[in-house]
């Protein structure tokens, strides 16, 4: 049997199919030239250059070594201006630039008064050295005499001689001493003198930011907290955009330094009185506010110009960086316990206006309108209004908020009718509240003349939900819409044409103002017009009227959520500054608790009051039980207020009803209306206890 081998391994040089190997010749690569060393210096000064920490460095240097030059060249100039005409003459050709020759004609006079002093002052120097003389040989002979002297009366009193000169030789000692003194101090005196005055030229560069723009620290380069100065306001006006102002000033000679009165200090910011030159008119400025506020490195809501009483002069108030982000302090409602408040005498402390100074709102005989855009404080600042009111214990209040949030549900023991919802049902109650308000008006109106009445106010907040109401009544009239047919809008315009005269006011809330959700003669019969951010310049225009819009006011330039509580209102019944149409104001936040605090403090201040609340219309009625509710917490009440109470309560139920029905209701439980004091009236408790004791059916019900 024949063994088979099988070789794992070929031999590669016996292998037929194996081609020879092909020579393979390697080339080793050429050495690389070297880099040259100016190359390589160029690469690493480049990248150090470019490095952040070098250019910090580099800003640095160069920053502190030009406010040195820069504080010589200002200290310099100030030395020439003060020995020199040179600062009359700046301000001569200045007032001649503007216009303004009285002015002029003022320097000029001031320039040779102050030629005719220094040519005074240069002649007596030509005979100062001979009075200088004179006077040091006589001040040394009186002071050497005045010595000896004294001397002369030691050596008397001690009888001794050798004390006569003894006065002379202790001022000669402490002379002496004062020439070591100065001998010892000299030499680091004149060692430090150069430091210590290149520190005083440096701190009055530092002062006044001397350096490139691009070396200044980045708060500055940023327009962060950068401070304002004569020379940043001149700059911001004179790249305002006006061509007249430009060359005015390019033609001043102090470049129009002589068109600012002082930088003064105003609440959380400056304001400077800005005299125009002529051909230039303050509302060619007003109306590049932007402009302006961003030259001055500032957001337009950190910038305000008015009209002072100089003519032709504008007076710009600037805001720090970031001050009016911040937020105002509490209501004095909330700090002080003991507020008190007069309707017809006091203002609301409302808020702050920008300038950090308390803005009152006088409430008395005006009917108000605020608005804006949902979530930004509306129903907070006429809550406010509200609250505030309340602490006047003869303000009554009728209340409709048709959000039904609970916002006003601290008022329940305060308004003597508080409707809360937002459904047709709450609707229709607000509209027979607003109509029980023209009710009450035209009863105050048939008065006689003179009558005092007790201010009503009544308030809707949420009102855009009224006006946008489709529901009809019975005799298919609309409760909302903005046609004469409409019930809520012919009583809102009712109110606001006539309800003034007799204190029966009308407090409206409404957000996002349209045409159709705030009706043109509505929004224009409000004494107060106050609004928050908006979207728009048309419906700043619905807020606060054509008039104060076209005069600046912008609620539509408000921040929605960064603004929240700023209103700007254009009313009489607060502080404006003149040549404005309107202000801005930061109203104090009062939160639903403080609020419920804050009313329960008010309620103390009144004997009580029964608020009567919305039910569900169709409910079946009790009369005895709507009559106990209605009487609250007083001992006896006019029955004549008791029907107009029950028809709030229910206009159906009890609307037509008469002095007779309610006799009817009440004969026989031991509640009857009697006399006091020639007036009929019912009494609570007899009537808290017909109600106690009466059976099951013991009273009948009226169905609404």
């Not at 009165?261 to 509302?283: K, M, Y």
């Not at 316990?337 to 409430?363: H, I, M, N």
Request: charged share 25%.
């Amino acid at each position: 049997m024949s063994e088979n081998v099988v070789h794992l391994h070929k031999n590669k040089s016996t292998d037929p199919d194996q081609a020879p190997a092909a020579a393979l010749t390697v080339v080793a690569d050429a050495p690389a030239k070297p880099v040259p060393l100016w190359v390589r210096s160029g690469h690493a000064i480049r990248r150090i250059a470019a490095d952040e920490r070098t250019k910090t460095a580099g800003r640095l240097t160069v920053r502190h070594s030009m406010y040195v030059v820069n504080g010589g060249r200002i200290m310099g100039r100030r030395a020439w201006d003060g020995r020199t005409a040179a600062r009359y003459e700046r301000m001569l050709r200045a007032a001649e630039a503007a216009g303004n020759y009285e002015v002029a004609a003022e320097w000029e006079e001031r320039g040779q008064a102050y030629r005719a002093a220094r040519h005074k002052r240069r002649m007596d120097l030509l005979e100062a050295p001979v009075d200088m003389a004179r006077s040091a040989v006589a001040g040394v002979g009186i002071g050497m005499g005045g010595l000896i002297g004294l001397g002369v009366v030691l050596a008397a009193a001690n009888k001794d001689g050798s004390l006569i000169l003894t006065p002379l030789m202790a001022v000669v000692e402490f002379l002496a001493l004062l020439i070591t003194i100065v001998q010892v101090v000299w030499g680091p005196l004149v060692t430090l003198s150069p430091l210590l005055g290149l520190l005083a030229l440096w701190e009055v560069g530092r002062r006044a930011q001397a350096a490139p723009y691009w070396a200044l620290p980045d708060n500055v380069r940023n327009g962060e907290g950068e401070p304002i100065t004569p020379s940043i306001v001149i700059k911001a006006l004179r790249d305002l955009g006006v061509a007249p102002l430009r060359n005015a000033i390019k033609d001043m000679g102090d470049a129009g330094a002589g068109m600012l009165g002082p930088i003064r200090i105003a609440g959380c910011g400056v304001e400077v009185d800005v005299t125009l030159p002529s051909g230039v008119s303050t509302d060619e400025v007003q109306r590049r506010r932007r402009k302006l506020a961003e030259n001055l490195t500032r957001h337009e809501h950190e910038v305000f110009i008015s009209i002072p009483p100089a003519a032709r002069t504008v007076r710009l108030w600037v805001a720090d960086s970031g001050a009016l982000d911040e937020p105002i302090g509490p209501s004095p409602l909330v700090t002080d316990e003991s507020f008190t408040f007069d309707y017809a005498k006091r203002k609301v402390p409302w808020g702050q206006d920008l300038r950090g100074d308390a803005a009152g709102l006088s409430l008395y005989q005006r009917h108000l309108l605020i608005t804006g855009l949902s979530n930004q404080g509306k129903t907070a600042a006429l809550r406010a209004l509200a609250l505030t009111a309340a602490f006047d214990r003869r303000v009554e209040f009728r209340i409709a908020d048709l959000k039904g949030a609970g916002d006003w549900a601290m008022f329940d023991g305060l308004a003597t009718v508080l409707i809360q919802g937002p459904t047709d049902d709450h609707v229709i109650e607000a509209t027979e509240m607003v109509e029980g308000l023209v009710a009450e008006m035209e009863r105050r109106l048939q008065a006689p003349p003179g009558t005092k009445f007790n201010p009503l106010v009544g308030i809707v907040d949420e009102e855009q939900v009224a006006f946008m109401c489709p529901i009809k009544d019975e005799d298919k009239r609309p409760y909302g819409g903005s046609k004469a047919v409409s019930r809520f809008f012919m009583a809102v315009r009712k109110i606001n044409n006539q309800g003034r005269a007799v204190d029966v006011l009308m407090w409206q809330g409404t957000q996002d103002p349209t045409d159709q959700n705030l009706p043109k003669l509505v929004r224009e019969g409000a004494h107060t017009r106050a609004s928050l951010a908006l979207g728009t310049e048309s419906q700043s225009r619905m807020a606060l009227g054509d008039k104060a819009v076209d005069g600046g006011a912008s609620p539509h330039l408000l921040r929605p959520g960064l603004d929240k509580g700023t209103l700007v209102i254009s009313s009489d019944g607060i502080e404006i500054p003149q040549g404005q149409s309107s202000i801005t104001v930061r109203t104090h936040y009062i939160s639903t608790e403080d609020a419920t605090e804050i009313a329960e403090r008010a309620k103390a201040l009144r004997d009580g009051v029964t608020t009567l609340r919305v039910v569900e219309r169709g409910e079946r009625r009790d009369p005895l039980a709507d009559i106990a509710s209605v009487l609250g917490d007083a001992k006896r009440v006019l029955t004549q207020d008791v029907l107009n109470r029950l028809s709030r309560v229910s206009e159906d139920a009890y609307g037509g009803w008469t002095f007779a029905d309610l006799t009817r209701v009440l004969d026989g439980t031991g509640a009857e209306p009697y006399k006091s004091h020639g007036r009929m009236v019912i009494d609570r408790e007899r009537v808290s206890r017909a109600l106690t004791n009466r059976g099951d059916d013991g009273s009948a019900s009226v169905s609404e």
